[in-house]
């Protein structure tokens, strides 16, 4: 009897560990310049969204920075409205044309390296949905990111760029 268990754990650990080990899905090369809407995957009880964002670029590394700045720019700027309804629709800043106002803070904060990285969570950072679309100038990635949306708020309320 603990024989069959036994076979039966190792035939299901055996099971996962080859379904986990696939490659990146490849969807048709002319959506290497589509736009995609970031979706809600869901929300943590911290605060923090999880998210699919897209980010384009020369190559996977740069699409993928530029996929975390979407997530937390479309957070800030736009809410999100795609995938689950557990995330906050309402963008952080409900303010018209604010990107453009607090151009200095945020050409800033969404530099290169720049401050927008200690708001998404190193945890679901190097995670890909592992769809991509490639093109020879140009690729565009999907990527799963927490955005930690109650800092971020704390921050721009700190920053005087939204009130409490």
Not at 17 to 23: F, G, L, N, P, Q
Not at 40 to 58: F, I, M, N, P, Y
Not at 133 to 160: C, F, M, P, W
Request: hydrophobic residues 35%; proline residues 1%; charged residues 30%.
């Amino acid at each position: 009897m603990k024989t069959k268990k036994i076979f039966a754990v190792c035939l299901i650990t055996m099971t996962l560990a080859i379904t986990s080990c696939r490659t990146n899905t490849e969807i048709a090369n002319e959506y290497a310049f589509a736009t995609f809407e970031t979706e809600c995957l869901g929300v943590e009880l911290d605060g923090s969204q999880t998210l699919r964002a897209w980010g384009k670029g020369k190559n996977k590394a740069d699409a993928i920075e530029q996929a975390k700045k979407n997530a937390v720019r479309d957070v800030l700027f736009k809410g999100i409205n795609a995938g689950s309804g557990e995330c906050n629709k309402r963008p952080l800043i409900l303010e018209v044309n604010a990107q453009e106002k607090y151009e200095y803070y945020f050409n800033k904060f969404f530099a290169d390296g720049g401050e927008y990285k200690k708001y998404i969570s190193s945890e679901d950072e190097n995670k890909t949905s592992r769809i991509k679309a490639k093109h020879s100038t140009q690729e565009n990635y999907g990527v799963v990111v927490r955005v930690k949306r109650a800092e971020l708020r704390q921050r721009l309320i700190d920053d005087n760029i939204i009130k409490p």
